[in-house]
């Protein structure tokens, strides 16, 4: 019930193109949910995030959306760059003292120039 | 402010050996915690930290050791290192009135080799 399950696991898409990332949880309780982006030899860096009151969030060319009822949400990235070449990782938590975030495995991105 | 520091940034152990990743915080941070990366696994929770004093095990905690005396500084031991330790060591910390709350943020992270 703790896990976050993040496909695909990598991913190539053309410049310009739209790069979508989903994810599933099964804890109800979860109600943040946030992405992270990792560049190679760096720590992962918030990207956005959401909270379960509003099903899209949209932040520059980064939207994620969120399926309540399905316990699904996904992250588009529009117009996508050699730039967004990165790590993403989806994650989920709940509002408690204790701030564990429970991540996905990552979807390793590549945007060809 | 510096934010999450780690130190090393790379280390070679053998295997039996012991060591200690620093890690440190200068937002003032309640929560800490350690993370390790591996091809495919993402990341994985090995211990966690609500406050000084306060520590508890996360995902796969065998094989290392954290205390938390004060509120900046989180190190994790390996009392004795394996081959299976072999990874990337990541500290992060998150706390109330920084940013949206419960954003983590990570430091720098540790490559560790044990032969």
């Known amino acids: 019930q703790q896990q976050v399950k993040q496909s695909p696991q990598s991913l190539i898409v053309q410049k310009g193109g739209i790069s979508i990332i989903n994810c599933a949880y099964e804890n109800t309780a979860f109600d943040y949910f946030p992405w992270y982006q990792q560049f190679p030899g760096k720590g992962p860096a918030l990207l956005i995030a959401i909270r379960p009151d509003v099903s899209e969030k949209k932040e520059g060319r980064f939207t994620i959306s969120f399926n309540k009822s399905a316990k699904q949400f996904s992250l588009h990235i529009m117009d996508s760059q050699p730039g967004d070449s990165a790590t993403y990782f989806c994650a989920a938590s709940m509002d408690t003292r204790d701030d564990k975030i429970i991540f996905g495995k990552g979807t390793r991105l590549h945007i060809l120039p | 402010n510096a934010g999450v520091t780690q130190t090393p940034k790379f280390q070679v152990l053998k295997t039996g050996q012991s060591m200690t990743l620093q890690c440190a915080q200068d937002m003032n941070h309640e929560y800490m915690s350690w993370y390790r990366q591996d091809p495919g696994m993402g990341l994985r929770l090995i211990h966690y930290s609500v406050g000084a004093g306060i520590t508890d095990q996360g995902e796969v905690p065998n094989g290392y050791n954290v205390s938390r005396s004060t509120t900046e500084d989180f190190p994790l031991r390996l009392l004795s290192a394996a081959p299976s330790q072999t990874s990337v060591y990541f500290c992060?910390?998150?706390?109330?009135?920084?940013?949206?709350?419960?954003?983590?943020?990570f430091g720098p992270g540790t490559r560790l080799t044990v032969l």
């Open positions: 992060a910390s998150s706390g109330p009135g920084q940013g949206l709350y419960n954003e983590q943020f």
